[in-house]
């Protein structure tokens, strides 16, 4: 069993940043694949990013591509999303994930096993 615990988020303007950090626990958390997505209201969970167990893969939404990075460290049991040039559309809950899962299959939110509480990201025009 493995619990997820989302940290990070908050309220910043257009064009901030903001870091959210995933903290896991459990022995086996360096043998999963990590993944973010968020969710607005009314609309189906969206895939943002997703890191292989050990880091050498990562793979991201178009929507994110090239200001999001996300980021783990097996030690701390821990996965980062660093965002930057926030934007408006970034507005969301903010989704930590995790599970065996088989890269093709990484944008499937269906295919994670393990699930955080969840953090509001606002980005404010």
């Known amino acids: 069993q493995v619990q997820l615990v989302e940290s990070g988020g908050g309220l910043v303007q257009a064009g901030g940043s903001l870091r959210l950090s995933c903290a896991a626990s459990?022995?086996?958390?360096?043998?999963?694949?990590m993944g973010w997505f968020r969710q607005t209201p009314g609309k189906e969970r969206e895939f943002v990013t997703a890191?292989?167990?050990?880091?050498?893969?990562?793979y991201y939404a178009d929507s994110v591509k090239g200001r999001f990075t996300i980021s783990r460290d097996n030690a701390k049991n821990t996965v980062y999303l660093q965002m930057n040039s926030l934007k408006p559309e970034d507005t969301a809950v903010y989704y930590c994930?995790?599970?065996?899962?088989?890269?093709?299959?990484?944008?499937?939110?269906?295919?994670?096993?393990?699930w955080g509480q969840g953090t509001q990201v606002t980005v404010s025009s």
């Open positions: 994930a995790g599970g065996a899962v088989l890269m093709p299959y990484y944008t499937r939110y269906s295919v994670y096993d393990y």
């Open positions: 459990g022995r086996t958390f360096s043998k999963y694949t």
């Open positions: 890191i292989s167990w050990s880091g050498g893969n990562t």
